[in-house]
């Protein structure tokens, strides 16, 4: 009972309408809204980098007990190392980050069951971050990495934070957690 099945590489590029499917693999995985844990990785400092933190927020405030990185205290460069080191081993992690791509590819998310490798669009080396995960692509790779950053869209990082966040929602409802209506106590 001791071994444990490497599962094969997926890796797809998907619209917002087909974020629910890859959740859904997460959940037949035996996955719960009450323990999978949400690792939002970006800042609140940086346009397009803030869609991890929005998700994270947006999660937060449905009442998502297990959520590391929000608008309030983000997972980004400076603590991701340490923040990281406080999560159990074995646990399912859903890493969440905005990354850069190409241009037909704007508004899309990549998405695995594979860890993300934060930083990477930018030059960062830092640790791979989750079990499962979604890169929303905020932005086109040309040119000087963190001015794109600067300069993305607000209007679609909230967009696409939403569109995570409620395609979270839909396939991983929190109906037993201290009742379905209420807020989970951190405003």
């Given at each position: 009972m001791g071994e444990e099945t490497?599962?094969?590489l997926f890796r797809k590029k998907v619209k917002a309408e087909e974020l629910p499917e890859f959740l859904q693999m997460i959940r037949e995985q035996g996955a719960t809204g009450e323990e999978l844990l949400f690792v939002c990785v970006?800042?609140?400092r940086s346009t397009g980098d803030a869609l991890g933190p929005l998700v994270?927020?947006?999660l937060e405030e449905a009442g998502y007990p297990q959520v590391i990185g929000t608008l309030a205290h983000p997972l980004d460069a400076s603590n991701l190392r340490e923040r990281l080191d406080t999560v159990p081993a074995g646990r399912i992690v859903l890493a969440v980050?905005?990354?850069l791509g190409q241009s037909a590819s704007l508004g899309c998310y990549q998405v695995s069951n594979r860890p993300l490798a934060p930083g990477r669009s930018v030059g960062r080396q830092l640790p791979p971050v989750g079990t499962y995960s979604i890169a929303a692509i905020v932005n086109v790779?040309?040119?000087q990495k963190y001015a794109l950053l600067q300069s993305t869209s607000l209007y679609l990082v909230m967009n696409m934070a939403k569109e995570i966040a409620s395609s979270i929602?839909?396939?991983f409802p929190l109906s037993s957690v201290r009742g379905q209506g209420e807020q989970g106590g951190a405003s």
């Open positions: 490497v599962q094969p970006g800042t609140d994270g927020s947006l980050d905005a990354c790779d040309q040119g929602r839909s396939v």
